[in-house]
C-alpha cells in the first residue's frame, strides 16, 4: 500500500522506518540466514555498540534560518551523489532477493548515489558496472596472499570502469560468529560467486552480511574439495592452495602497509584510487596519509571481526583529527536514520556507506526495496538538516552537536 505525501514523495505505508524494514526482511529469511544475516562477533557486544553510539549524541537545531533550499548532494569520485550515502559492498546479493547485486545497482541508479561491490559477489563486476551506467562504482578488495587472483580482479573493474578499490584490511584472521559455526551456513549450489566463476563458490558468507529468501534455501554445498587455508609452520608461510572460497582466501595475516599498499598503487593507479577500509584508530590514520592513500573508511566489519572493538561513529573523530583533511575519510556501521547520517557527518566523516539496510530493502521487495531503503534515509536527512538550520552538506559540523555522558550531563563538542 503507497501513499503520496503532500510534497509529492511517495510513502509505503507498510515499511515508514528501516526498523520497520528489518522487520519485513526477518520474516522473508530462513532461519540459518536470518541468523548469519544478523550476527555479530562473538557475543554481538560491537555489533550493538555500532547503534548505541549514535544514541549518546544530540542535535542542537539553530532556528531563524531560511531552509527553503536544501543541497543534500556530496561529490564523490567526480560525481555528485544525491545525498552523502553510498550502498556499501555486502556479498552474495542474491541470497537476499534474486535481483540480487543488479537490483542494488538499478537502485543505487535510480536513487543517485554510488556503489560498492563485494569480491565475493553473486553478480559479476562487468555487469554490476553496466548496470550501474554513470553512477561510481568501488570494488572492495581482499588482497589474497597469491596475488595473481587479485590482479586479475583488479584488470578487471579498471576495464568495467570502476573508480576505487577498497582493501579491506581488518581480517588479517576471521572473527568468530558463534551462529555461523553452529549452523553451519552454506552458499545454495544454484549461485556461483560470479567474480570467480571458474571456482567453486564459497560454503559460508560474506565478510560483513549476508542474506536469503525462504525458498532459496533447500540446497546447501561444500567448497570444491582441495581448497585450504593458508597457516604458519615451523616459521614458514604455506599460502592457501585450490580454487578461492572465502574462509580459505580472504583472511591474509601478510598484510602489511610496507609491501602491499605501494604494490596495490601500482597496479591500480591511475585508473582507480586505493582506499583502506577498516581504519578505526589514529596511528593507522597517520600510517594511511604517509602512504598517499586516497582516502579512509572508518569500520570495524559491521562488528563482524573484533569483539570490543570500538565503535565506528566512537572511532571517527580521532580519525578525523589524525588526518586533518588531508585526504577524505568516510564511515560505516549501525546507520539505521538519517539523522545518524547527520551526527557522522558532524564528526567529520566527508561521506558514510550503509550495508545491512540494503540487504533488508533486497529482501523486502528487491530493487524497490533498495530504492526504498535510500529514500527513507535520504528524507529523513533533507528533513534533518532542515530542522537543524543548514542548507549545504558542507555546514555540517561539530557545532551542531552535543554529547552524552552517562549520568546524563550534556558536553559541547
Not at 562487468?126 to 587479485?150: G, K, W
Not at 560468529?177 to 544454484?190: A, G, S, V
Not at 563458490?201 to 554445498?221: C, F, H, I, M, W
Not at 599460502?239 to 604494490?263: M, Q, R, S, V, Y
Request: aromatic share 6%; hydrophobic share 40%; with cysteine.
Amino acid at each position: 500500500m503507497t501513499s503520496k505525501a503532500p510534497d509529492g514523495s511517495v510513502h509505503d505505508l507498510n515499511c515508514l522506518t528501516i526498523a520497520e524494514l528489518q522487520q519485513h526482511a526477518y520474516t522473508r529469511m530462513d532461519k540459518q540466514t536470518r541468523d548469519y544475516y544478523n550476527e555479530g562477533a562473538d557475543s554481538g557486544s560491537t555489533l550493538q555498540e555500532n547503534l548505541d553510539a549514535y544514541k549518546k549524541y544530540r542535535i542542537r537545531p539553530r532556528v531563524l534560518r531560511d531552509v527553503s533550499k536544501i543541497d543534500t548532494t556530496r561529490d564523490i569520485f567526480g560525481f555528485k551523489s544525491s545525498v552523502p550515502i553510498g550502498v556499501a559492498p555486502t556479498a552474495m546479493q542474491c541470497l537476499a532477493h534474486s535481483d540480487g547485486e543488479l537490483g542494488t545497482a538499478r537502485a543505487s541508479r535510480k536513487m543517485a548515489v554510488p556503489m560498492g561491490l563485494s569480491s565475493f559477489a553473486t553478480t559479476t563486476l562487468e555487469d554490476v558496472a553496466e548496470a550501474s551506467a554513470e553512477i561510481p562504482n568501488v570494488l572492495q578488495l581482499y588482497l589474497f596472499e597469491e596475488r595473481v587472483h587479485s590482479l586479475k580482479l583488479i584488470a578487471r573493474a579498471k576495464k568495467a570502469g570502476y573508480k576505487a578499490v577498497f582493501l579491506t584490511v581488518d581480517t588479517p584472521i576471521l572473527g568468530r560468529r558463534n551462529l555461523e559455526i553452529r549452523n553451519q551456513f552454506k552458499l545454495p549450489p544454484h549461485f556461483k560467486i560470479a567474480n570467480f566463476a571458474e571456482e567453486e563458490e564459497p560454503a559460508l558468507g560474506d565478510e560483513e552480511t549476508g542474506g536469503n529468501s525462504a525458498n532459496q534455501a533447500k540446497g546447501r554445498s561444500k567448497p570444491k574439495a582441495g581448497s585450504t587455508a593458508g597457516y604458519t609452520e615451523g616459521g614458514k608461510r604455506v599460502t592457501p592452495t585450490g580454487p578461492i572460497t572465502f574462509h580459505t582466501h580472504a583472511a591474509n595475516p601478510t598484510l602489511c602497509w610496507e609491501n602491499d599498499i605501494e604494490w596495490l598503487k601500482e597496479v591500480c593507479c591511475p585508473e582507480m584510487e586505493v582506499w583502506v577500509k577498516g581504519i578505526a584508530t589514529a596511528e593507522d590514520a597517520i600510517l594511511a596519509v604517509h602512504h598517499q592513500v586516497r582516502g579512509i573508511v572508518v569500520s570495524n566489519h559491521g562488528g563482524r571481526q573484533l569483539n570490543g572493538a570500538l565503535a565506528t561513529l566512537d572511532a571517527l573523530p580521532e580519525v578525523v583529527e589524525a588526518v586533518r583533511g588531508q585526504i577524505p575519510v568516510h564511515v560505516d556501521g549501525g546507520i539505521r536514520h538519517g539523522t545518524d547520517v547527520f551526527k557522522a557527518l558532524a564528526l567529520g566523516a566527508d561521506f558514510v556507506w550503509v550495508g545491512r539496510p540494503a540487504l533488508w530493502g533486497l529482501a523486502y521487495k528487491g530493487q524497490e526495496g533498495v530504492e526504498l531503503m535510500l529514500r527513507l534515509l535520504s528524507d529523513e536527512f533533507r528533513l534533518c538538516m532542515g530542522l537543524a538550520g543548514v542548507t549545504k552538506v558542507k555546514d555540517i559540523s561539530k557545532e551542531y552537536l552535543v554529547k552524552m555522558d552517562r549520568s546524563g550531563f550534556v558536553a559541547r563538542l
